[in-house]
């Protein structure tokens, strides 16, 4: 299992208070840890992705990506010649473009129209523009309507990438891992990787992306997923810290369509579901209080380097199963420069 790429997603919103110097010189730290690729989130109320990402790529020779570009925060022609600029200094290196709608709380900033189809229309345009085809926008009415574009204009950047783009489709339901079949090079699975395998559903998911992909003629598709880890000394600490990222994801699966039955798998009483759904609908957030520790391990590896060792050791043979070449760990912990550290040094050598 020593094969897999490592990757680390720079979760915006964890990184709140840091300035653009303080993640660069955090790259650099995962870089010299043994990571080989670096994600960002898309967040509007962070710093903007791309600007972090070119900091990254004139500092740290490293491959760069977003999980995900948020396919409602910016037109194809925004991203496409953002990323073509940023692959200038990459020195060939891949960048990988993930594409979604963003999570739970996308609809609070931006209106949500048609998803899938917004999907596949921002896959196709981008995969035209970075390969420096001219864009008809009339080709894409949902989004040349989104964005405000003129339906009898085309556009092609002036100017070619540098290195290897790829898209990765950061959609996990049925529909869009579809799309990502169809029309992308790649999966990002998200942050409930582990819930859904232990579920029982992430073999007939890959099924649906790799039929499309035969379909559309496309080789075998890299698969990436998402670990939600959060580690440190203090294990305990490290616990309390996903409190609130669990209780917004696990109630996410219910809204994806998971049912009682499946979150029995994990464990977790479906009332307790229920409690932290009321507890959003009475006080606008959720009680993190009403979070169980089956909730937690559903989702996070998280605790001491040594329980958290054990468990990836778990984790990673579902990847390895499962056909995942790289495990992209996001959040990290309750202090991230501690987690990166204990991640790289104590828990990644015991794959």
């Not at 194809?76 to 990988?96: K, N, Q």
């Not at 035209?128 to 309507?145: H, I, K, M, T």
């Not at 496309?218 to 959060?230: D, G, H, M, Q």
């Not at 932290?276 to 169980?292: C, H, I, K, Q, Y």
């Amino acid at each position: 299992m020593s094969g897999f790429e490592i990757g680390i997603q720079l979760h915006l919103p964890t990184f709140g208070t840091a300035s653009v110097p303080n993640i660069v010189a955090f790259g650099r730290a995962a870089h010299a840890g043994g990571v080989g690729q670096i994600w960002m989130t898309d967040n509007l109320c962070s710093r903007n992705p791309y600007v972090v990402l070119t900091a990254l790529a004139a500092s740290i020779p490293i491959k760069l990506g977003t999980a995900v570009t948020v396919q409602y925060f910016r037109s194809p022609v925004d991203v496409a010649d953002s990323v073509a600029a940023i692959t200038e200094l990459m020195g060939g290196r891949e960048f990988s473009l993930g594409l979604g709608r963003g999570n739970r709380t996308t609809p609070r900033y931006v209106s949500v129209i048609r998803p899938i189809s917004m999907l596949r229309e921002t896959a196709q345009s981008l995969a035209q523009l970075l390969n420096g085809e001219s864009v008809c926008f009339a080709d894409y009415p949902n989004v040349a309507r989104y964005f405000n574009l003129q339906p009898t204009a085309s556009f092609r950047l002036p100017f070619a990438s540098q290195s290897p783009v790829r898209l990765y489709c950061g959609a996990n339901g049925p529909r869009g891992l579809a799309v990502g079949g169809a029309h992308m090079d790649g999966i990002i699975f998200g942050g409930t990787f582990q819930a859904v395998t232990q579920m029982g559903h992430m073999e007939r998911l890959l099924r649906i992306v790799e039929h499309a992909a035969a379909d559309a003629g496309r080789v075998a598709l890299p698969k990436v997923a998402e670990i939600k880890l959060s580690v440190a000394r203090d294990g305990y600490a490290a616990r309390e810290f996903v409190r609130h990222s669990v209780a917004r994801r696990i109630v996410a699966l219910r809204e994806e369509g998971y049912t009682d039955d499946d979150y029995r798998k994990l464990a977790i009483e479906p009332a307790d579901i229920d409690r932290l759904v009321e507890s959003e609908r009475r006080g606008g957030d959720f009680d993190p209080a009403l979070v169980t520790d089956a909730m937690i391990d559903a989702l996070f590896v998280s605790g001491s380097p040594a329980a958290c060792r054990e468990k990836m050791v778990q984790i990673a043979a579902m990847a390895e199963r499962h056909g995942y070449g790289q495990l992209m760990f996001s959040e990290l912990g309750p202090d991230v420069h501690e987690g990166l550290r204990l991640l790289c040094d104590e828990v990644l050598p015991s794959l």
